[in-house]
């Protein structure tokens, strides 16, 4: 059984910055392939960004260049570092792996 616990939202001020942490336990992290979503208010919930086992990453068009997926396989943790904030990321944060999803964290970037 896979759980994880993301951290790191807030609220913060358009142009800010916010790193989201998602710690991972009960498997075998360095092989999973890990995805940060998100959910806006009466909007679907959208993968933004994902790392493989071996580092690679993707990016939503609408967040690349301003977003950097990491992990730290010693930690079993994968950040979401979060730059030039803009009004339109305010969403609930949720990491996942396979079928495994954590609480979410909330991110709410103010005008």
């Known amino acids: 059984q896979v759980q994880l616990v993301e951290s790191g939202g807030g609220l913060v001020q358009a142009g800010g910055s916010l790193r989201l942490s998602c710690a991972a336990s009960?498997?075998?992290?360095?092989?999973?392939?890990m995805g940060w979503y998100r959910q806006a208010p009466g909007k679907s919930r959208e993968l933004v960004a994902s790392?493989?086992?071996?580092?690679?990453?993707n990016y939503v068009d609408s967040i690349k260049g301003r977003f950097t997926l990491f992990r730290d396989n010693a930690k079993n943790t994968v950040y979401l570092q979060m730059n030039s904030l803009k009004p339109e990321d305010t969403a609930v944060y949720y990491c996942?792996?396979?079928?495994?999803w954590g609480q979410g964290t909330q991110v709410i970037v103010s005008s």
């Open positions: 790392i493989t086992d071996s580092g690679s990453t």
């Open positions: 009960g498997g075998i992290f360095s092989f999973y392939t």
């Open positions: 996942a792996t396979s079928d495994y």
